[in-house]
């Protein structure tokens, strides 16, 4: 159980960590998109840090970043909607093409962020594998 609970805590690491990108953004509109994603990352790690023990369990801290996380992915909408020529950018033309099912995406995030119970580790750890495989799904089809 333990062990699984690691994999999965793992895996979902791997999914929020920073990719590493060439050129730095300089458009103000993809660097707010790129701020926007690196807080979601903050807080994701922030609750699995929680969830695996590596930092001691703070519900209000859990609480903050489970509303981070909704309010964030509720920006998606927003901050990706122009799409401005910048080399350091990492969205792929897909986003503006496949919109609605971009959405959906985020929309996937927003439910998953909603429906994670903060009140424990392990309620955090029992939900951050839904949350991880949505941003997975996100930047497998639209993150180059
Ligand atoms: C609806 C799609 C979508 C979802 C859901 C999503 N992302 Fe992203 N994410 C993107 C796209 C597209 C980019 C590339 C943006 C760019 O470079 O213009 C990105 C980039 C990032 C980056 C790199 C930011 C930078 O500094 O360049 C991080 C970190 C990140 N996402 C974390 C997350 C985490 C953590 C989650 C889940 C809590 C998540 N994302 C959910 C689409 C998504």
Redesign the pocket.
Known sequence: MTHLRTILIAGFAL?????Y?EVE?TDPD?IA??TL??E??G??KAMGDMASGKTAFDAAAAATAKAT?IDH?GQ?AAK?EKNPTDP?????PE?WSNWDD??K??K??EAAATGLDTTSAESIGAGMPG??G??K???TE??M
Request: net charge positive.
């Open positions: 999914a929020g960590s920073i990719a990108a953004a993809v998109r790129q994603m690196k979601m990352g807080a994701a996380l992915a998606i990706f350091g950018s990492e969205a792929k986003v971009f959405m995406d985020a996937a995030l949350i991880g949505a941003c799904a996100c930047h639209y993150r």
